[in-house]
C-alpha cells in the first residue's frame, strides 16, 4: 500500500536554529514527491517538487532533498513568519493526478 | 495569473441535507482535483476530473460525487450529510510538471 510519513509531527524551533523536516514514502512508483506550506485556514501553498534520487532544490530559507526512500525539507535560520504546517505528497504512477499526503510538520519559530 | 477560487467559503449544513461546493480552476487548467481535509485524516483524495471525464476516485462512500463543465470548474456534491463530513474541502488545479495549485478551500460544519 502507498504511504507516506512526516516526522516529527511538531517542531518548535528558537529563531535562526536549523533544522530538517522528514518524508519517508513507500510507493509502487514514484513519479515526484512535493512539498506544500499550509497556513491556518487556508490552502496549501506550492513550494517545491522532486523527481529523482540525488535531485535538490532551494527556495529562500528552504531547501528540499530526495533519495529513493525520503525527502528532507531544510529550513535554514528560520524566522517566525516560517511557522506554518509542511506537508509532504507523492504522486504515483497510474494514478492520474492523485496525491497522497503525509500528516504534516507543524513549525513554530519562536523570536 | 488569478488563482484557484472556491465559493462559497464556509457553510453550515444539518444532518441529511446535501450540499454543492464551486471550484474555478486556474485559467488553461483542464484537470481539477477535490480533497477532503480533517484533524483526524488528514489531506484525502477525493476524485480528479479531466476534460469533463472523472479520471480516479478516493475511497469515500457514493454520497461525494462531482463534475465538471466544459470550461473546466468543477463542483461537488455531498448529499445526505453527517456529523463526519465537516471538513475543509480543497480544490486543485494541475498546471505544468504535474503541480498542483490549491485553492482557499470551503470550510463546511454539519450540525
Known amino acids: 500500500e502507498d504511504q507516506v510519513t512526516q516526522s516529527p509531527e511538531a517542531l518548535r524551533l528558537q529563531e535562526g536554529e536549523s533544522s530538517s523536516l522528514n518524508c519517508s514514502y513507500t510507493?509502487?512508483?514514484?513519479?515526484?514527491l512535493f512539498w506544500y506550506r499550509q497556513d491556518p485556514g487556508k490552502g496549501p501553498e506550492f513550494l517545491f517538487t522532486?523527481?529523482?534520487a540525488g535531485e535538490e532544490k532551494e527556495k529562500e530559507r528552504l531547501k528540499a532533498t530526495l533519495t529513493k526512500k525520503e525527502s528532507f525539507l531544510h529550513i535554514t535560520a528560520p524566522k517566525p513568519e516560517d511557522s506554518a504546517t509542511y506537508l509532504c505528497?507523492?504522486?504515483?504512477?497510474?494514478?492520474?493526478?492523485?496525491?497522497?499526503f503525509g500528516a504534516g510538520t507543524r513549525l513554530a519559530v519562536h523570536p | 495569473k488569478a488563482g484557484v477560487t472556491q465559493t462559497p467559503r464556509y457553510l453550515i449544513k444539518t444532518r441529511g441535507q446535501q450540499v454543492t461546493l464551486s471550484c474555478s480552476p486556474i485559467?488553461?487548467?483542464?484537470?481539477v482535483s477535490w480533497y477532503q481535509q480533517t484533524p483526524g485524516q488528514g489531506l484525502q483524495f477525493l476524485f480528479e476530473?479531466?476534460?469533463?471525464?472523472?479520471?480516479n476516485k478516493g475511497n469515500f462512500p457514493g454520497r461525494f460525487s462531482g463534475r465538471q463543465f466544459s470550461n473546466s470548474r468543477s463542483e461537488m456534491n455531498v448529499s445526505t450529510l453527517e456529523l463526519g463530513d465537516s471538513a475543509l474541502y480543497l480544490c486543485?488545479?494541475?498546471?505544468?510538471?504535474?503541480?498542483?495549485?490549491f485553492g482557499p478551500g470551503t470550510r463546511l460544519t454539519v450540525l
Open positions: 486543485a488545479s494541475t498546471g505544468a510538471e504535474d503541480t498542483q495549485y
Open positions: 476530473y479531466f476534460s469533463e471525464t472523472q479520471r
Open positions: 510507493v509502487s512508483g514514484l513519479r515526484g
Open positions: 522532486l523527481y529523482s
Open positions: 505528497a507523492v504522486h504515483i504512477s497510474g494514478g492520474y493526478n492523485k496525491l497522497i
Open positions: 485559467s488553461g487548467h483542464r484537470s
